[in-house]
Structures are given as C-alpha cells and as structure tokens.
C-alpha cells in the first residue's frame, strides 16, 4: 500500500516539519465537480453545522464518518490519498477513514479558529498513539491570507500534546504554550491552490483567521487513523474499519449526486450546546 505519490523527500519533511504539501493533487475537473456538488447537495446543507467565534463569527461544517459510495466517498477512498496517507503514518496496519469534514467559509462571514491540536481532542477518544492519525485537507477553493487560510506552526508537532480549553464554543490550545511555540518555531500560511492538498500530524499546531474577502474559502478535510490505534472512547466504528480503496477515476465517473452517508454529525448530539465535553465528538475544525 506504500506505493503513494509522495517522494522521499516529501515524507522527510512531513516528519520533520509536520505537514507537507503536495501541488495539483486533483485535477481542475474533479475539483469543479466536488464543489459543484458541496455548494449544491441538499444532505451538506442540511447536515452543516454553525460553530461561533469568539467574535460571534460563523463558520459551517458538515462532518460524517462512513465514506460512502458517492463523490466525496470516493475521493477519501481513491488510491492517491489512501497510498499517500499509508506512506506517512507511522504503521504498516491497513488504512481506516476517521471522519471528513466540509468546511465552508464563506466571504464576509466565515469565522476564525483558534489555536489547537488534532489531537487535542482526539485524546479524549482515547486514541493511544498520535503518529498514526493524520489529517489530509483538500483545497477545493483557492485558499490565501485574505481569506482565512490554514495557519501552522512548523515543526510543533514534536513538542507532544498540549492542554486544551474552551474558548466560546470553540476548543483552543493553551495560548502561553503557543505563544512559546512561535518564540521558538516558524509561522507558515498555507496558501493553496484549489486541488491541492496538505497532510499534516495530528499534532501540528494549526488555526485560520476569519475570512475577512469576497472570496469563499471551502475544503474538505479527511481524517485518517492506523488500524492499529485503538480508541478506547470512540463510538464510532469506521476509525478502525480498513477503507475499501477505489480507482482514482471513480470521482469522475460517479453520475450521482449527494453524500450518501447517513452517519453525519446531528447538532442536537453535539455536547457543545451542553457545554459538557464537545470534544469528546469534533476535533476543532480549521
């Protein structure tokens, strides 16, 4: 399964640095059709959820666990993500779809993301082993300063787990900690292009301003994890089910529409409005 499209030298520096980019992932038509369809299919919009900033700022998502037989299924499943996902994590155990996530910021209105890590919630699964839990971020718009982009602090990934705590309805990571990260390691925006994709670990430090420009900023962010990490706090069960691969070109030929799964994330399950743990459901989102 190792057999990805990522060069040595990529995987050194996803190890090193905590993420690597990789450029013209997808081509401009399967792009094109997968925002087509997120702008456009019903079950995203009525399964997004509306997260605020701390500045009363919203931000959408739409999460699900099962990848299903349909567009987006078919992009988390295809073999260039898969092989390449297979190449950084630190296992030889088969491959297991986490959750994606359609994030949807939209211009003038799309909220920020406060400083955090991946696994800074997933922990609360009680995911056992960080390096073999991976985020893989599709750029289906363009993605830039002036609109929001990912932020990451370089090479954070190696300090380990930091504390996490609310802020609004939003779970941040302990900001005297960050505020030492970047005293010590670099800040890089995360410019991309729409079709590329970023990989990053989950326990590279990362957030995203408000999108503050007439330009959306929409991408979808698939989370992978090794067999082999067991959660011991998971109520899912597609984290430990082995993804059934299929061909790259399944994303063009797919003539359907809509996101087949019916296991989205409810927003009356979402222990935030509780204020009882909502961490324990959504890693915070970016």
Known sequence: MKNGLLTSDEIKNYHRDGY?????????????????IAVEDDSISKNSLDLNDQSGKKTKLALWFTPGNDTFGYLTRSKRIVNSVAQLLDSDAPVCH??????????????AWEWHQDYGYWYKNQF?????????????????????????????HKLGRVNHGFAGEQ???DMIFVDNAL???DLVYVELKAGD?????????HRSEANLSDSPRWSLISCYNSQSNL????????????????PDEAIMAWQGSGVSTNDFLKKEEDPALKNT?????????V
């Not at 986490?98 to 909220?111: A, D, N, T």
């Not at 994709?197 to 430090?205: K, Q």
């Not at 743990?277 to 989102?285: P, Q």
């Open 231 to 246: 959660a011991y706090n998971e109520k899912s069960t597609s984290y430990h089910t082995p993804v059934s691969i299929v």
């Open 197 to 205: 994709v970023l990989f990053f670990h989950s326990n590279t430090l």
């Open 183 to 185: 005293k010590t390691m």
């Open 128 to 156: 056992m082993f960080p390096d073999q839990l991976i985020s893989v971020m599709v750029a289906l718009t363009d993605a830039n300063q002036q609109n929001g982009c990912l932020q990451v602090i370089k090479g954070s």
């Open 171 to 173: 779970v941040g990571a």
């Open 20 to 36: 690597v980019i990789k450029r013209n992932f997808f081509k401009e038509d399967e792009i094109s059709k997968l925002y087509k």
């Open 277 to 285: 743990g909502w961490e324990k459901e959504v890693e915070m989102a």
């Open 98 to 111: 986490y959750h994606s996530k359609l994030m949807q910021k939209e211009p003038r209105v799309g909220g």
